[in-house]
């Protein structure tokens, strides 16, 4: 009876992986592990690399109940929301 699905492939240490929708779900989001990677930072007086930790995101989805768009546009909001994670945020 759901309609989406969370699945942590980096719990088995993998960084990225396919998530495929098992009916009657119309979609499924997979993260990754995080790791440090080497990233350029980009600043007012110019760019440079840092390291940062990085996580990938996989959203796989039914296009005849969800558009493409849609789907984007909620990868996104997801993305964002992590990026602006803060650990001491009380709730």
């Known amino acids: 009876g759901g309609t ?3 699945s942590n492939v980096g719990t088995f240490g993998n960084v990225m992986g396919t998530p495929i929708i098992l009916q009657p779900q119309v979609a ?3 993260v990754g592990a995080i790791r440090k990677k080497p990233v350029v930072i980009e600043t007012p ?3 440079t690399i840092g390291i940062r930790h990085m996580m990938f995101l996989s959203h796989s989805y039914d296009h005849r109940i969800v558009d493409g768009s849609l789907g984007a546009s909620f990868l996104t909001a997801v993305a964002k929301e992590f990026e602006a994670w803060d650990i001491n945020r009380e709730w």
């Open 28 to 30: 499924i989001l997979a």
């Open 4 to 6: 989406f699905t969370l």
């Open 45 to 47: 007086e110019g760019d």
